[in-house]
């Protein structure tokens, strides 16, 4: 099947799809996490991250490694286990009732624990032998949204027990959720005894941070880029303009780093790539934009750019990049970047 590059991953859609992953040193701490609370008990987890972090990519290749597809992660939750993974979208809808469709509960008395044992129903039917069951809802926040304006202790209070159910540490059920602010933000306009129920179902899951540094942009560019032969006058030029970014001073940014990820991200020169991951951030985009700019095909796009009249993708391409494609916003805050650095 063919490796694809796709600006937004569906975890739905693209479950048997190729998708060109690359694990970052962020997207590995927050396996490690899982795995390692996994082990203390811990079931419930909710991933913080803000806009096109790569939450659903992460989620994708999540799942690719736990089913045995491809190993983007080296970790185990089990020995061996039989994998199930169940996934949601969330939409501006109940929470209660798109999981009572999905487990077909069609009656609304005892509903929410019609679903819980329908829930057990599935994990049961992985069998006895390292039985794994993954409940995923991408787009959490969205439910929380809709909870809070309608029916929130209802809503709430099946979320609370859909969380307590995960967290027995008897059953190797596992909640994973991911949400673009953190889960109290989703409770704006509610009472105050409303707000404290929202704060205790809060603390069932453990939260886990998902922002990619810029280090990691720019590490997941180099990987994109990095090509496996140049030439001695090439060589040359990057080891001239890394000298030139050293001395500036301009971006904070490890030497040591600098010096391993600038050989890998030609054509794109080490200042550029920095002003372009911090104009991405500012966007509010991050690894998405980046990798929307690296397979860009239009004429200020770096598969596009003359090298026989520049030998770098240099700052000055970026800005007319960011010109062509982003809002008037992005290139005031751009020509900040370009005056002052950081």
């Known amino acids: ?49 803000s806009y096109g972090t790569g939450k659903s990519s992460f989620l994708w290749a999540l799942q690719q490694s736990l089913q045995g597809k491809k190993r983007f992660f080296n970790f185990n939750l089990l020995q061996a286990p039989k994998v199930e993974v169940i996934n949601f979208i969330g939409e501006f809808k109940s929470i209660t009732n798109e999981f009572a469709d999905y487990f077909e509960v069609t009656q609304n008395k005892n509903q929410s624990q019609n679903i819980l044992s329908e829930i057990f129903n599935r994990y049961h039917a992985l069998g006895k032998k ?15 949204e809709y909870a809070s304006q309608h029916s929130p202790e209802k809503e709430l209070y099946f979320i609370q027990q859909l969380s307590e159910f995960a967290n027995n540490p008897d059953y190797n059920i596992i909640l994973l959720t991911t949400v673009h602010q953190n889960f109290d933000a989703y409770a704006f306009g509610l009472s105050n005894a409303q707000k404290q129920e929202w704060t205790k179902v809060k603390g069932r899951f453990r939260e886990i941070t998902f922002n990619e540094p810029v280090e990691q942009l720019l590490f997941l560019a180099a ?7 140049t030439d001695r006058k090439t060589e040359s030029e990057i080891k001239s303009a890394l000298s030139i970014a050293k001395k500036s001073r301009a971006f904070n940014i490890n030497a040591e780093y600098a010096t391993e990820v600038s050989a890998k991200l030609f054509p794109l020169e080490l200042i550029a ?17 980046l990798f929307s ?49 950081q």
Do not use: W
């Not at 790539?273 to 934009?289: C, D, M, P």
């Not at 030998?311 to 992005?330: K, Q, R």
């Open 1 to 49: 099947m063919q490796t694809k590059f796709t600006t937004s991953t569906n975890i739905i859609r693209d479950s048997a799809r190729e998708i060109n992953y690359i694990p970052t040193p962020n997207a590995n701490r927050v396996v490690n996490q899982i795995a390692n609370d996994f082990k203390k008990g811990i079931r419930s987890f909710n991933i913080i991250g």
């Open 130 to 144: 390292n039985p794994l069951l993954i409940l995923v809802i991408d787009e959490f926040g969205k439910f929380l």
């Open 223 to 229: 990987e994109h880029l990095k090509q496996n032969n």
């Open 273 to 289: 790539a920095n002003i372009l991951t911090l104009s991405l951030q500012k966007y509010g985009q991050n690894e998405r934009s």
């Open 293 to 341: 700019f690296l397979e860009s095909t239009d004429h200020t796009g770096i598969n596009s750019f003359d090298k026989r009249t520049n030998p770098f993708y240099n700052a000055s391409c970026v800005y007319d990049y960011l010109t062509f494609n982003f809002t008037l916003t992005s290139i005031q805050d751009t020509t900040l970047i370009l005056q002052h650095g």
